[in-house]
C-alpha cells in the first residue's frame, strides 16, 4: 500500500511539472497594437468659396459733339460769319449766320468734301460732301447730297442765318457720314436745285470744320 501511494503522488507531481514547463506547443498570442497618439490639432478649416469676378462695365456712349465753325470771306467778299453744328438723334443740327454780305437775295449753303479754305476762292475745299453718290438737291428732297444745306436769306442789314437739321449725318472723327473735318461754304447765288451742284455760283465765304 505504501509502495502504490507512493507511485501516484509521483506521477501527480510530474504531470504537475510538465505542465508549469509549458508543455504545449501552442505560441502565446501577440499583444494588440498601440492606439494612435492623440492629437489636440484640429483639422484646417476649408478655404472660403471664390468670389465672382466683377462684371466688365459697358463702355459708356460719347457724349455728343459741338463743333464751332468761323466762316472767312472768299472770292473777295466782305463776309464775316459762323456756324455752330451740334450732334442730335440721327443727324446734325447746323446754325449757320452771315454778315457783310450784299443786301437781298438767296446765298447757297454747302458741306463741302475737304476740310481746306487756304484758296482765296475756296475751291480748295473740293466738291459737295456727298458719300452716297446722290444727285444734288435742296433740302425738301430726302435723297440729295448729304452736304446739301439749302440757302439763307440776306436781309437789308447784310445779315442772314440757317437753322437745318441734317439726317444721317454725324460729326465723329473718321465716319464715312461725319461733318467732322470737311468745310462749310457759302455761295454768292441762290442754289436753285439744279444740276450738278445747283448752279449758286462763287464761294464768298469758308469755313473748316474741325476735326
Known amino acids: 500500500m505504501k509502495t502504490s501511494s507512493f507511485a501516484v503522488i ?14 504545449s506547443d501552442t505560441p502565446p498570442a501577440a499583444p494588440p497594437p498601440p492606439p494612435p497618439p492623440a492629437t489636440s490639432e484640429a483639422p484646417p478649416p476649408p478655404p472660403p468659396p471664390a468670389e465672382p ?4 462695365e459697358a463702355p459708356k456712349p460719347e457724349p455728343p ?4 465753325v468761323s466762316i472767312e470771306a472768299k472770292s473777295g467778299s466782305k463776309l464775316k460769319g459762323k456756324a ?22 438767296d446765298h447757297g449753303a454747302h458741306v463741302h468734301e475737304k476740310g481746306d479754305c487756304s484758296s482765296p476762292d475756296g475751291k480748295s ?10 444727285d444734288h438737291a ?13 440757302n439763307l436769306t440776306i436781309g437789308k442789314d447784310g445779315k442772314g442765318s440757317l437753322d437745318i ?19 462749310i461754304i457759302v455761295h454768292a447765288k441762290k ?12 464761294r464768298i465765304g469758308c469755313g473748316v470744320i474741325g476735326s
Not at 138 to 150: E, M, W
Not at 191 to 202: E, L, R, S, V
Open 10 to 23: 509521483l506521477a501527480f507531481g510530474t504531470l504537475g511539472l510538465l505542465s508549469a514547463c509549458g508543455g
Open 84 to 105: 455752330t453744328l451740334t450732334e442730335t438723334d440721327g443727324g446734325v443740327h447746323v446754325v449757320l449766320s452771315v454778315e457783310g454780305v450784299k443786301p437781298g437775295g
Open 165 to 183: 437739321t441734317i439726317p444721317g449725318a454725324n460729326l465723329k472723327a473718321g465716319d464715312p457720314s461725319s461733318f467732322a473735318g470737311k468745310a
Open 65 to 68: 459733339r459741338t463743333l464751332e
Open 138 to 150: 435742296l433740302p425738301t428732297v430726302a435723297k440729295r447730297h448729304l452736304g446739301d444745306l439749302g
Open 125 to 134: 475745299a473740293g466738291g459737295h460732301f456727298n458719300p452716297q453718290g446722290n
Open 191 to 202: 442754289d436753285d436745285g439744279g444740276q450738278p451742284t445747283g448752279n449758286a455760283g462763287d
Open 53 to 56: 469676378a466683377p462684371a466688365a
